[in-house]
C-alpha cells in the first residue's frame, strides 16, 4: 500500500524540549521527516488547514467556563511552549472529544490520526482492515505519527492501537503523552452499537465487554508508560477530563522542566552543532 503524502501548514520547530526527546532528531526540529518526492494535497492539507482556522474560531467564540480554568489554562500555555500533546488510549476512552475541548482551550491544533488515515487511503477504517488487514493500517498509522512528529501546537487524539508499535514510541515522544485510562464497563456503555470498530465487530453485551477487556489487558503496560495518566469517570463532563488534564499537564511540565531553555525556534543549534 502506498504510504500517504503529507502537506501541513502548522508551524514546523519545538518550542519545548521533552525530558524524553524524539530517539531520531533529540527534539530539533523534527529534520528526520523525509516527505516523498511527489507531494499528493490529500490528507493533511485538508485536515491541518481546517483544523487550523476551526480551533481559532473555536477559541475566539468559546468563552472560559471559569475565572480559575482561565487561570489554569494561561499556566500551562506559559510553560507548554506550544509541545504537542499526544492523547493515548482504548476506543471510547474520549480521547477525541477531550483533545477538542483542549485544543480550543489552548488555541492548539486538533488532529485524529484516524481521520487523517481515512483522509490519505480514501476509505474507511473497517474498509482498510477488510481488504488489507490489520498490518496494513498499522502501517498507515506510523506513516500518520512520522509525519505529525515535525508539528507543533498540536492536540493529536491517537488510536487506540497506536502504542502497541515500539517506533511509534519515538514519534509519540516528540511531545507529552497524555493516557485517558477508562474503566472496561465505562468502556462497554460507550462502544454498544458502535459499528465502525473492526476489532469489536460481531461483539455485543458481555461478549463486548470481555472482548474490551482483553484488548485493554494486553496494551495496559503499554498505556502506563504514558508521561501522565488521567482517570476518567462515567459520570465525568467532557470539560471537566480537559480540565482535569490541563491540571495535571502543568504540574508534569514543572516537575519535568526542559532541559535547557535556549532550545526554543530561532535559537536551536544546527545538526551536530
Known sequence: MEKPAFVCS??????????????????????????????????????CESSTDSSQEQEAAQPRYTKEVSLEVKELKSVLKKCSIYLIGPMGSGK???????????????????????????????????TDGEEAFRDLESAVLDQL?????????????????????????????????????????????????????????????????????????????????VHIEKSMPVDDAGKEVIRKLTNFIKANPPRSSKLYPGNLPKRGA
Request: hydrophobic share 40%; with cysteine.
Open 10 to 47: 502548522i508551524p514546523r520547530g519545538r518550542p519545548w524540549t521533552p525530558s524524553l526527546n524524539c530517539h531520531k532528531c533529540n527534539g530539533f526540529y523534527g529534520k528526520h521527516i523525509v516527505l516523498p518526492t511527489k507531494l499528493k494535497k490529500r490528507a493533511l492539507l485538508f485536515m
Open 96 to 130: 477525541s472529544v477531550i483533545g477538542k475541548y483542549m485544543a480550543s482551550e489552548l488555541g492548539f491544533c486538533f488532529l485524529d490520526t484516524d481521520e487523517l488515515i481515512e483522509a490519505a487511503a480514501k476509505r474507511s477504517i473497517p474498509e482498510i482492515f477488510e
Open 149 to 229: 512528529a515535525a508539528f507543533i501546537g498540536c492536540c493529536v487524539a491517537t488510536g487506540g492501537g497506536a502504542v502497541l508499535r515500539k517506533s511509534n514510541w519515538g514519534k509519540l515522544r516528540c511531545g507529552i503523552v497524555v493516557y485517558l485510562e477508562t474503566p472496561v464497563d465505562v468502556l462497554r456503555d460507550r462502544l454498544q452499537g458502535d459499528t465502525t470498530r473492526p476489532l469489536l465487530k460481531n461483539a455485543d453485551g458481555e461478549t463486548l465487554r470481555e472482548r474490551i477487556r482483553d484488548i485493554l489487558e494486553e496494551r495496559r503496560h503499554l498505556y502506563m508508560q504514558a508521561d501522565l495518566t
